[in-house]
């Protein structure tokens, strides 16, 4: 399949592919995303097959107005309208049950459905010409580190999807924060975006997820965000040069000096990780290096999920 390069002036191409059952890359503020019409089971699979994913693990429906939230999600509660006055468009998914019109495979079998309303003109202009919410996990390869500009999707996905839609760099770099409504309280079950301590604001009792929640997570059971390069962590408060290791080529991220081979650096700030992290660990391996030696930043605020991204790549699944 031959896939076409789009530019932000030609999204009704883009739309007429996806009511045709293609597959269409797109951008939003967080990451690319990989479209398919929500609705469409058939989509749904062409997305499991085209990343290499699980189909247990369960995709997140884009849509474009409360109306289209309210057509796929069976309860919406008071809690959910809040926070949807509150946080979109913006990177925050909910958890919500679903009614029968989604179908399984766009959820990997599971009662319920996520939901976003992206804060990206071209995302929102591209689901309001569909009609229908797109189905979008981030558009990379299952297992790679997601994709913050369109020539990650070409390097990851060309020749297996009709479509990429350009928009340049995304603004935010680290996927949406998905919270789960509708179990027994609500809870995080990924870091993203949006931070704990914004959400805090309006659900003052936040707990972390039980076993049960959890389990209705299946995405974050996996190897995830990984370049092929090895990815050590240098512990906040250690010196980099410590953890070098003495065999091979290492590229070094971090805000504090250190003499590697590679040297990328970045602000000690969240949202510059955040922006940078993804493209640098492809950029690593571009550069052919062994190890890839990453400085630890604060765990507050965006730097959660900056965290979370970065004990994944190296491995450390918890
Ligand atoms: P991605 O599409 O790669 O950004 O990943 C989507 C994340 O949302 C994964 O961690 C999924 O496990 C999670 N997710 C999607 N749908 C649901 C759902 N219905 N219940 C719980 N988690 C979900
Ligand atoms: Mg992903």
Known sequence: MHTRL??????????????????????????????????????????????????????????????????????????????????WPGGLTLVLKKKSIVPDASTGGLTTVAVRMPAHPVALELIAACGFPLAAPSANKSGRPSPTRAEHVIEDLDGEIAAILNAGPTRIGMESTVLDLSGEHPAILRFGAVTEEELRNFIPNLQSPTDEQRKRAPGTRYRHYSPNAKV??????????????????????????????????????????????????????????????????DEAGLGAAVMDRLRRAAGQLN
Do not use: W
């Open 6 to 87: 789009l530019h932000t002036d030609e999204i009704d191409e883009a739309a007429e592919l996806l009511k045709r059952g293609e597959l269409v890359a797109f951008p939003t503020e967080t990451v690319y995303g990989l479209g398919g019409n929500g609705l469409d089971a058939r989509s749904a699979e062409k997305i499991y097959a085209a990343k290499g994913r699980p189909s247990d693990n369960p995709l997140i429906l884009h849509v474009a107005s409360t109306e289209m939230l309210e057509d796929i999600a069976e309860e919406v509660p008071e809690l959910a309208h809040t926070l949807m006055t509150e946080f």
């Open 232 to 297: 050590t962590i240098v512990p906040l408060g250690e010196l980099p040069e410590n953890h070098l290791e003495k065999e091979g080529r290492t590229a070094y991220i971090g805000y504090e000096p250190c003499d590697a081979a590679e040297k990328y650096h970045l602000e000690n700030d969240a949202r510059d990780y955040a922006k940078q992290l993804f493209a640098l660990l492809r950029k690593a391996d571009h550069d052919k290096v062994d190890h890839i030696l990453v400085q630890a930043i």
